[in-house]
């Protein structure tokens, strides 16, 4: 049996990384005991009913230097003379020597923090993101002279430089990663073919039965009952909601819908003024971010999931966004993009719609053709449920995690 392991978080609890929580939760019941270090302090009013059943304690690191001094002062003091101290601050001066950025220099200060304050009973630092949370698990683990692994999922394989996930890659003992195509990527990079590892976070299908919500024939035709569009998600630019109310702006004036939004994120407002200078303002639901039960109860009120996933800017990107997942475990339709892994869940025409990524005019022609069209959408709920269940249940993931924290992978989950 494995002794305790440190998680290292971005943050904790969020609504928005469900998985990681039902990870965590799952892998207490194979009998892991974690402790979870957390890089920022909660900014979301809710948890979801996953965050209120981990036991887990929660060490919150400074989550910027200048707020408790003392704290960074004191580990820094500790530490410095430790035999390890040298070779860890020069490996970071190496790395701040290439990503010259006050963030670099706070995940050296968090670091030294954790590594102080860390209990002598953890035997092993995991770290779920590949650039800040691994970095500060890195420089870490090499002060205490402790094994570290990973898990990666989207923005942070695509928006750091090669270099560092090479040298993140040889530097640990595993990564896994949620998709095929993080995977392919990865190993591209990784030292070992051995190194990366695919693990899907698959859904604990025990929050999501195997029932089909009775949905009304709407067509789109009775401006009294117009066809529900729901999506969820952060208003970040890889989710494409410019690119939705581009396509919603599209639809014939004859078809009646309306569009519900759940989620936070840095772009909501500008969003808000996009849907009135378009016109649809007065057919938008904005309801913010929400805990599991209630996104559940929106995907049983919905007649189609909508996400238009794109590459942005930056290189961000979506890997396989769990609520496409969680729409279809509801029988829910689901319409979205050819990017990253989404085709790994969604075969268009078989399980689901897909379109190419940045092409309102493709959305909307899709969008219209599943308003018109009840019974196909209810095809499409029943066949994408049935490929949920069968192939993204979260147990297979479960099971290799346990295998490779040590665990008895025999024991069942609770």
């Known amino acids: 049996m494995t002794g305790p392991v440190a998680f290292v978080l971005k943050g904790y609890p969020r609504l928005s990384e469900t998985f ?3 990870e965590i939760h799952a892998l207490e019941s194979r009998g892991l005991d974690i402790l979870i270090v957390s890089l920022r302090f909660p900014t979301d009013r809710d948890v979801h009913p996953v965050h209120r059943e981990i036991k887990a304690r929660v060490l919150y690191l ?17 530490v410095r003379h430790t035999p390890r101290y040298a070779a860890v601050k020069k490996m970071w001066l190496r790395d701040l020597w290439r990503d010259r950025t006050p963030n670099r220099i706070r995940r050296f200060g968090q670091a030294l923090v954790l590594a102080h ?50 040298e993140k890659l040889a530097d640990c003992g595993w990564l896994v990663t949620c998709t095929a195509a993080n995977c392919a990527h990865l190993a591209t990079l990784a030292p070992g073919n051995d190194t990366v590892g695919l693990c899907y976070h698959g859904l604990d299908l025990r929050r999501f039965p195997a029932v089909v919500p009775v949905r009304p024939p709407r067509d789109g035709s009775n401006p009294a009952d117009p066809v529900i569009l729901l999506s969820v998600g ?21 078809l009646h819908w309306r569009f519900v939004h759940v989620g936070g994120g840095a772009l909501r407002k500008t969003l808000k003024e996009d849907a009135v ?108 449920q049935a490929r949920v269940r069968q192939a993204f249940g979260m147990d297979t993931g479960i099971d290799q995690l346990a295998k490779r924290f040590g665990l008895d992978t025999s024991r069942a989950a609770k």
Not at 124 to 131: C, K, M, N, T, V
Not at 135 to 158: E, F, Q
Not at 322 to 332: F, I, K, P
Request: hydrophobic share 45%; charged share 25%; aromatic share 6%.
């Open 117 to 166: 304050e860390l209990s002598d009973s953890i035997t092993r630092l995991h770290a779920h993101f590949l650039h800040t949370p691994a970095s500060v698990t890195r420089y870490a683990a090499h002060l205490r002279g402790l094994s570290w692994s990973g898990s990666a999922h989207a923005k942070d394989i695509w928006t750091i430089p090669d270099w560092e996930k090479r």
């Open 277 to 384: 200078r378009l016109g649809l303002a007065g057919r938008i639901t904005w309801l913010g971010a929400k805990p599991q039960d209630d996104v559940i109860a929106q995907y049983r009120a919905a007649d189609l999931f909508v996400l238009a996933s794109r590459i942005a800017d930056d290189g961000d990107r979506d890997g396989l966004p769990n609520v496409l997942m969680e729409a279809q475990a509801c029988a829910l339709a689901c319409l979205s993009t050819r990017v990253s892994a989404i085709p790994e869940l969604i075969a268009d025409g078989d399980t689901g719609r897909l379109v190419p990524p940045d092409e309102p005019a493709a959305l909307a022609g899709a969008l219209e053709g599943l308003i018109r069209q009840p019974a196909e959408r209810a095809r499409l709920g029943l066949a994408g």
């Open 20 to 22: 990681i929580a039902q």
């Open 62 to 78: 400074p989550e910027y230097l200048y707020q408790e001094p003392r704290r960074v002062w004191r580990a820094w003091r500790a």
């Open 234 to 254: 952060r208003a970040v630019a890889k989710k494409g909601y410019g690119d939705l109310l581009a396509a919603l702006a599209k639809l014939p004036p004859d």
